[in-house]
Protein backbone atom coordinates (compact mmCIF):
# COMPACT_ATOMS: atom_id res chain seq x y z
CA UNK A 1 0.00 0.00 0.00
CA UNK A 2 1.28 3.42 -0.77
CA UNK A 3 2.73 5.61 1.70
CA UNK A 4 0.69 9.19 2.08
CA UNK A 5 2.93 12.11 1.26
CA UNK A 6 3.43 14.53 4.75
CA UNK A 7 2.83 18.26 3.72
CA UNK A 8 5.39 20.32 4.85
CA UNK A 9 4.24 23.42 6.64
CA UNK A 10 5.93 26.70 6.28
CA UNK A 11 7.59 28.46 9.30
CA UNK A 12 6.00 30.58 11.26
CA UNK A 13 7.22 34.41 11.05
CA UNK A 14 5.68 36.81 13.54
CA UNK A 15 4.28 40.19 12.23
CA UNK A 16 6.90 42.79 12.39
CA UNK A 17 6.65 44.68 15.38
CA UNK A 18 5.96 48.49 15.57
CA UNK A 19 8.10 51.06 16.95
CA UNK A 20 6.49 51.39 20.74
CA UNK A 21 5.14 55.29 21.20
CA UNK A 22 5.85 57.61 24.16
CA UNK A 23 2.18 58.57 25.98
CA UNK A 24 2.46 61.64 27.72
CA UNK A 25 1.47 60.43 31.18
CA UNK A 26 -2.08 62.54 32.21
CA UNK A 27 -1.40 65.07 35.18
CA UNK A 28 -4.31 65.38 38.00
CA UNK A 29 -7.88 66.75 37.14
CA UNK A 30 -8.41 70.66 37.64
CA UNK A 31 -9.67 71.49 40.45
CA UNK A 32 -12.73 73.54 38.77
CA UNK A 33 -13.07 70.05 37.06
CA UNK A 34 -14.13 68.22 40.62
CA UNK A 35 -15.58 71.19 41.85
CA UNK A 36 -18.60 70.99 39.33
CA UNK A 37 -18.59 67.52 38.84
CA UNK A 38 -19.51 67.25 42.80
CA UNK A 39 -20.97 70.21 41.92
CA UNK A 40 -23.92 68.37 39.65
CA UNK A 41 -23.89 65.31 41.91
CA UNK A 42 -25.11 67.62 44.69
CA UNK A 43 -27.22 69.88 42.44
CA UNK A 44 -29.51 67.05 41.56
CA UNK A 45 -29.82 65.54 45.01
CA UNK A 46 -30.76 68.84 45.93
CA UNK A 47 -33.35 69.33 43.19
CA UNK A 48 -35.03 65.24 43.86
CA UNK A 49 -35.38 66.18 47.67
CA UNK A 50 -36.87 70.48 47.07
CA UNK A 51 -39.09 68.34 44.79
CA UNK A 52 -40.30 65.96 47.58
CA UNK A 53 -40.38 68.18 50.22
CA UNK A 54 -41.70 71.52 48.72
CA UNK A 55 -42.42 70.89 45.02
CA UNK A 56 -46.25 71.66 45.40
CA UNK A 57 -45.48 75.05 47.04
CA UNK A 58 -43.26 76.17 43.84
CA UNK A 59 -44.88 77.31 40.97
CA UNK A 60 -42.04 76.19 38.64
CA UNK A 61 -42.01 73.09 40.05
CA UNK A 62 -45.87 72.34 40.00
CA UNK A 63 -45.71 73.30 35.88
CA UNK A 64 -42.70 70.81 35.67
CA UNK A 65 -44.38 67.59 37.25
CA UNK A 66 -42.23 64.47 36.48
CA UNK A 67 -40.04 66.19 34.32
CA UNK A 68 -38.56 67.19 37.88
CA UNK A 69 -37.50 63.31 38.11
CA UNK A 70 -35.56 63.40 34.92
CA UNK A 71 -33.51 66.96 35.77
CA UNK A 72 -32.73 65.56 39.17
CA UNK A 73 -31.34 62.43 37.75
CA UNK A 74 -29.96 63.71 34.56
CA UNK A 75 -27.89 66.61 37.14
CA UNK A 76 -26.95 63.30 39.10
CA UNK A 77 -25.47 61.19 36.11
CA UNK A 78 -23.65 64.11 34.50
CA UNK A 79 -22.02 64.55 37.64
CA UNK A 80 -21.25 60.24 37.73
CA UNK A 81 -20.14 60.23 34.14
CA UNK A 82 -17.47 63.30 34.96
CA UNK A 83 -15.80 60.70 37.13
CA UNK A 84 -14.30 59.14 34.36
CA UNK A 85 -12.54 61.45 33.09
CA UNK A 86 -11.40 62.31 36.71
CA UNK A 87 -7.81 61.76 37.49
Known amino acids: MPKSKVRKK ?3 TPPPSRTPVKVRA ?3 SHPLYKAVMFGLMLLGLVWLVVNYLA ?3 LD ?4 LGNWNFAIGFALMITGLLM ?3 WR
Open 10 to 12: TAY
Open 26 to 28: AGP
Open 55 to 57: GDK
Open 60 to 63: FMME
Open 83 to 85: TMR
